[in-house]
T-cell receptor
Framework: GAGVSQSPSNKVTEKGKDVELRCDPI?????LYWYRQSLGQGLEFLIY????????KSGLPSDRFSAERTGGSVSTLTIQRTQQEDSAVYLC???????????FGEGSRLTVL | QKEVEQNSGPLSVPEGAIASLNCTYS??????FFWYRQYSGKSPELIMS????GDKEDGRFTAQLNKASQYVSLLIRDSQPSDSATYLC???????????FGSGTRLLVRP
């Protein structure tokens, strides 16, 4: 499809397990963002990529969170040793260069039991 | 102090009225400002961007920016029940390309 694609759409995991969330941005978009949205809350910035580099990792909540982007395209957000407070919807967005005009995927809903 | 502040609402207006949504931000060097709309259970979508002081109109939507007061607003004229959603204000993070979102204002348009 032409939009931002995220997978899985839903993930239920047990506390302590690792999870990987994938984002496939719109073709040609060089900027890619990850945000987290807890129930009824706003969007919490996690990380921003320009191409394959991440000039701003300041939003990652702890060292259990990491993200990478390869080939200037697909990005993976990895959460190690998941905790219940990690439960949220993880949203990926892309933009042609940096414009602030973001196109969001449908999100990956993570539930940690 | 939060970087981007919005009243959580809900803001309830009758159909056909003007809905006024407000946002303040803390970083004086921010240059780019955006309004996103998020329907329940859906992802945010961009509805307006504004970069210069003053008003910017697009159909029923008008964005207003006052950098001296660090204030952004969104007016929705002739509000429709389909406008019922959460409206998120987003501000460029000044010295970086980080886009900071407010917690959103829930708008309810009563038929």
């Amino acid at each position: 499809g032409a939009g931002v694609s995220q997978s899985p759409s839903n993930k239920v995991t047990e506390k302590g397990k690792d999870v990987e969330l994938r984002c496939d941005p719109i073709s040609g978009h060089t900027a890619l963002y990850w945000y987290r949205q807890s129930l009824g809350q706003g969007l919490e910035f996690l990380i921003y990529f320009q191409g394959n580099s991440a000039p701003d990792k300041s939003g990652l909540p702890s060292d259990r969170f990491s993200a990478e982007r390869t080939g200037g395209s697909v990005s993976t957000l990895t959460i190690q040793r998941t905790q219940q407070e990690d439960s949220a919807v993880y949203l990926c967005a892309s933009s042609p260069q940096w414009t602030g005009e973001l196109f969001f995927g449908e999100g990956s809903r993570l539930t940690v039991l | 102090q939060k970087e981007v502040e919005q009243n959580s609402g809900p803001l309830s207006v009758p159909e056909g009225a003007i809905a006024s949504l407000n946002c303040t931000y803390s970083d004086r060097v921010s240059q780019s400002f955006f309004w996103y709309r998020q329907y329940s259970g859906k992802s945010p979508e961009l509805i307006m961007s504004i970069y210069s002081n003053g008003d910017k109109e697009d159909g029923r939507f008008t964005a207003q920016l006052n950098k001296a007061s660090q204030y952004v607003s969104l007016l929705i004229r002739d509000s429709q029940p389909s406008d019922s959603a959460t409206y998120l204000c987003a501000v460029e993070g000044g010295s970086s390309y980080k886009l900071i979102f407010g917690s959103g204002t829930r708008l309810l348009v009563r038929p």
